[in-house]
């Protein structure tokens, strides 16, 4: 799925960009032209979209050649040049803005999981991403967290079931929600993991009664309360925190013990990497 959907995307996102035809490279540049480009970084961070990159240019015109000095992952600064793409003038100028806001995009998010990682580090807990992620760029920017050391909680709603607030409340509670979400995954046959949201102690406390869940989410709890779940669930489930919960903070949580901290952050709110896509002078 994951390799359709990226396929879908490229192929919309070049209609969305050049509709009936790049009129300005049409009209200057002539079809035999050709041309050499590279992506130079233009600042400190961490390197994504590479692999894209490489799919986009190929997508759109298979004789392009790519060159690639710096994978995916890898730590850059300014001036670094990642890779070259040699070919076809038009070819490169029609491909040079998506490409160049893909990896901006990947880079940002990747960038941000590294900070967050590399704060965790000493600790057990693992940095998860959340949905909360741009419309049909899901993927790569998912893709992103895992290139920056971080782990996807679930790609979409199909890989987990995840019973959240909304989910309890109208389900009739907690036992309802936990004892209907396994018999469905029985009658339908889906081997999927299974994780609660719980708001509080009294929460906690009744899916510990219940028990049939793989991962318990602390939604709201702060450092102390997160401490003293710990303490109760004493490594029956893994708990993951969720919340709220910062940069600044993440350290504390962390410190708790907590299996897992998911940061919505990682996704809906990061600063693209500056980056640009230069002709190469002969």
């Known amino acids: 799925m994951k390799q359709e959907l990226i396929d879908a995307l490229i192929r919309l996102a070049f209609k969305e960009d050049i509709g009936d035809g790049d009129h300005t490279t049409l009209s200057t540049i002539p079809a035999s032209a050709r041309g050499k480009v590279q ?10 979209g590479v692999d894209i990159a490489r799919q986009i240019f190929h997508t759109f015109d298979p004789d392009l050649k790519m060159e690639i000095f710096i994978p995916d ?3 850059v600064t300014s001036g670094d040049i990642a890779f070259t793409v040699e070919g076809k003038v038009q070819s490169l100028l029609q491909t040079e803005r998506f490409v160049l806001n893909v990896m901006q995009r990947m880079s940002g998010i990747a960038t941000t999981t590294r900070q967050y990682v590399n704060r965790l580090k000493g600790t057990k807990t693992r940095i998860l991403d959340t ?6 760029l899901r993927m790569l920017e998912k893709e992103a967290v895992k290139i920056g050391g971080g782990h996807n909680h679930r790609i979409g709603l199909f890989d987990m079931i995840l019973l959240k607030d909304n989910h309890v409340d109208f389900a009739g509670g907690i036992e309802n929600a936990i004892v209907r ?3 469905y995954a029985w009658k339908n046959g889906k081997s999927l993991p299974i994780e609660i949201e719980v708001r509080n102690f009294d929460e906690l406390n009744e899916v510990l ?13 702060n450092v102390a309360d997160t401490r003293k779940a710990v303490e109760l669930v004493h490594g029956r489930y893994p708990l993951e ?3 709220g919960i910062t940069y600044d903070t993440l350290r504390d949580y962390a410190e708790t013990g907590v299996d897992y901290i998911s ?13 640009s896509l230069k002709a190469v002078n002969r």
């Open 39 to 48: 992506l130079l970084a233009k600042e400190e961070g961490v390197l994504a």
């Open 263 to 275: 940061v919505g952050a990682l996704t809906h709110s990061v600063r693209s990497l500056d980056m």
């Open 131 to 136: 949905r909360k992620t741009t419309p049909g």
């Open 209 to 221: 009664k219940v028990g049939n869940v793989d991962r318990i989410m602390l939604d709201n709890f």
């Open 73 to 75: 992952g890898s730590e």
């Open 241 to 243: 925190s969720s919340g």
């Open 181 to 183: 979400a396994k018999e």
